[in-house]
């Protein structure tokens, strides 16, 4: 094998094991999240917070992108996730989750 060959059957086999692909711990996690608030326009710290509770909440992408203040309440911890966002031909769409019965909200 010519190595362009080898580096594709090593990325084949992380494919079949995505544990693998996870960060190894909180630490990891969090320098992560710094790194990608260092390289943001303006050191945005918002940045790594929805990095961190992505990966926290172990949430989909549009259910992070669909939450709202009032959907955590603070003072039990708990997070209702009641819709998901997602982008769309005409920007971005959100809708209720499949699940809840919630319907559609544009």
């Known amino acids: 094998m010519t190595g362009w060959q080898q580096e594709y059957k090593r990325a084949e086999d992380k494919l079949d094991d995505p544990r693998s692909l996870a960060l190894p711990d909180l630490i990891s996690l969090t320098t992560l999240a710094d790194a990608l608030v260092a390289r943001s326009s303006g050191e945005y710290r918002g940045w790594g917070d929805v990095v961190l509770f992505a990966a ?25 996730v009641r819709r998901q966002t997602t982008p769309s031909p005409g920007g971005l769409w959100t809708r209720g989750r499949k699940a809840s019965g919630l319907g559609q909200c544009r």
Do not use: K, L, M
């Not at 009032?70 to 911890?77: F, L």
């Open 56 to 80: 926290c909440t172990a949430a989909q992408i549009a259910e992070v992108s669909g939450c709202r203040v009032g959907d955590i309440d603070t003072s039990s911890r708990n997070w209702t």
